[in-house]
């Protein structure tokens, strides 16, 4: 049975930070790219950041990240551990969503953090169900 789960949400202040894990199970994690995206009440759900672990020609792809939140969130992986991490710095009100973590079969990196709304829930193989982040002003 294939898992993701995320952990490490809650409630901060502006200006803190957190780190988010997404546990994987069920699956070859080093041939998937796993990406987090976020969706805030009323907005649709947008990719963060993405991390791949290779392609068809097992190329690792750099880390990508939206631009609005580049420079403040890092995105890693432990292969060991099948875990995804996302560290979040620097953390804004607007950055108050569900955060969820997806994963996909050797997915670029560039079209993983673009995806949106349904691109993004129908081009995703895998999906956690989310851990919610609220940042107080």
């Known amino acids: 049975e294939v898992q993701l789960v995320e952990s490490g949400g809650g409630l901060v202040q502006a200006g803190e930070s957190l780190r988010l894990s997404c546990v994987t199970s069920?699956?070859?994690?080093?041939?998937?790219?796993f990406g987090w995206f976020r969706q805030a009440p009323g907005k649709e759900r947008e990719g963060v950041a993405c991390?791949?672990?290779?392609?068809?020609?097992?190329?690792?792809?750099?880390?990508s990240y939206s631009e609005s939140v580049k420079g403040r969130f890092t995105i890693s992986a432990d292969n060991a551990k099948h875990t995804v991490y996302l560290q979040m710095n620097t953390l804004k009100p607007e950055d108050t969503a569900t955060y969820y973590c997806?994963?996909?079969?050797?997915?670029?990196?560039?079209?993983?953090?673009?995806?949106?709304?349904?691109?993004?829930?129908?081009?995703?193989?895998?999906w956690g169900k989310g851990t919610l982040v609220t940042v107080s002003s």
């Open positions: 991390i791949g672990n290779s392609d068809a020609t097992f190329t690792r792809y750099p880390e």
């Open positions: 997806a994963a996909v079969f050797r997915g670029p990196c560039p079209v993983v953090v673009s995806m949106r709304s349904q691109t993004a829930l129908n081009g995703m193989d895998y």
């Open positions: 069920g699956f070859t994690f080093g041939d998937y790219t």
